[in-house]
């Protein structure tokens, strides 16, 4: 029996595979907004637009590069995991999602520490 947790033959596996493949799209889509919206104003180094986060920019930009590479590597990662397909590059993107992750905790709890709402 298969361990996959998409089928791998047949009608049905093309038809899972879609609507796991459109499905992660609109994951993948609904991030870029995200970053669009609510990152890329940040790449700017203006101090009146951080506000009262300016003291905190570097906590802020290390958060933000975090959620910014999980964003991008967890539907792949959702890809790679529930397709079966090259596993090693998903436990590597696993690891590095990790990493990525408590990046981006580490950033969000400095000004939090601080009392600071973000």
């Known amino acids: 029996m298969n361990a996959s947790a998409v089928p791998t033959s ?7 595979r879609a609507v796991l ?9 609904v991030a870029i907004w995200y970053l669009w919206r609510f990152v890329t104003p940040y790449a700017s180094i203006d101090p009146t637009y951080y506000d009262y986060l300016w003291p905190w920019r570097y906590a802020l930009w290390a958060h933000l590069a975090g959620g910014l590479s999980a964003l991008l590597i967890g539907p792949v990662q959702l890809w790679l995991g529930l397709t079966r397909r090259r596993l090693r590059l998903h436990r590597l993107l696993g690891r ?15 000004p939090d520490r601080e009392g600071v709402a973000w």
């Open 10 to 16: 047949g009608v049905s596996a093309q038809r899972a």
């Open 96 to 110: 590095i999602y990790l990493g990525t992750a408590i990046v981006s905790l580490s950033g969000g709890l400095v």
């Open 21 to 29: 493949a459109t499905f992660l799209l609109g994951i993948t889509l």
